[in-house]
């Protein structure tokens, strides 16, 4: 039943790893994103792909790469770690681009030690 | 500037009373605007959208007012029980093709027995 899970939940690793977190939507939506919850609790979007297609980009290093094996996974790849990637990722999805409401993920914590 | 600030940034309140959260935005052009509820260790669930020509926008105890001439929006929590415990946030889409989301920072509710 769940309608966007990620994976996993909790992620601790080494400075200067490459790591995956992993998402996965079954509500046949057509739009899935990234973002990433500071310590501060601001929710930052990252990216969004549409039918394979990035559409939105923000201002992240290119450590960061989004890969869509299909239109129900949005995976995110994470090169060479650094502390300040520390934060929680939240993976969402919705219909319409950004004009439907949008269903988030559990969220994964990632601890860059 | 695109920006949405919200206030309080935290609030403690008694079971069984009602509070109102606040929604500034500063967004151009507007699509639509959404309250969504975050609990702690879990990903954003909507609450309410309202499009706007909507003026209010009601889900259960909660209900959202939307004044698009001054461009404020609030969360009115009725009778509040202590699972609205979470973060409340304020999000505003960006109108156009790729409707961006501008996120405001939270309003952070804890309801005491």
């Known amino acids: 039943d769940t309608a966007v899970s990620q994976t996993p939940k909790y992620l601790v690793t080494q400075m200067g790893n490459d790591k995956s977190i992993k998402c996965e939507q079954n509500?046949?939506?057509?739009?899935m994103y990234w973002y990433k919850q500071d310590s501060k609790k601001f929710l930052k979007i990252m990216f969004s792909?549409?039918?394979?297609?990035?559409?939105i980009n923000e201002t992240v290093p290119n450590r960061f790469s989004p890969k869509s094996p299909d239109k129900a996974h949005l995976n995110l790849h994470i090169n060479s770690l650094e502390l300040g990637d520390s934060a929680v990722y939240f993976c969402?999805?919705?219909?319409?681009?950004?004009?439907?409401?949008?269903?988030f993920g559990p969220g994964t914590r990632l601890t860059v030690l | 500037k695109n920006q949405v600030e919200q206030s309080p940034q935290s609030l403690i309140i008694l079971e069984g009373k009602n509070c109102t959260l606040q929604?500034?935005?500063?967004?151009?052009?507007?699509?639509?605007l959404r309250w969504y509820k975050q609990d702690t260790g879990r990903g954003p669930v909507s609450l309410t959208i309202?499009?706007?020509?909507?003026n209010t926008k009601s889900n259960g105890r909660y209900t959202a007012t939307l004044d698009a001439d001054t461009k404020q929006s609030s969360l009115h929590i009725t009778a509040s029980q202590l699972s609205d415990s979470a973060s409340y946030i304020c999000?505003?889409?960006?109108?156009?093709?790729?409707?961006?989301?501008?996120f405001g920072k939270g309003t952070k509710l804890s309801v005491k027995p």
């Open positions: 999000v505003v889409t960006l109108g156009g093709s790729q409707g961006n989301l501008i």
């Open positions: 929604c500034n935005y500063t967004v151009s052009p507007f699509s639509n």
């Open positions: 792909y549409n039918n394979k297609e990035l559409i």
């Open positions: 509500l046949g939506h057509d739009t």
């Open positions: 969402a999805s919705s219909q319409v681009g950004g004009s439907d409401t949008q269903y």
């Open positions: 309202m499009t706007f020509s909507e």
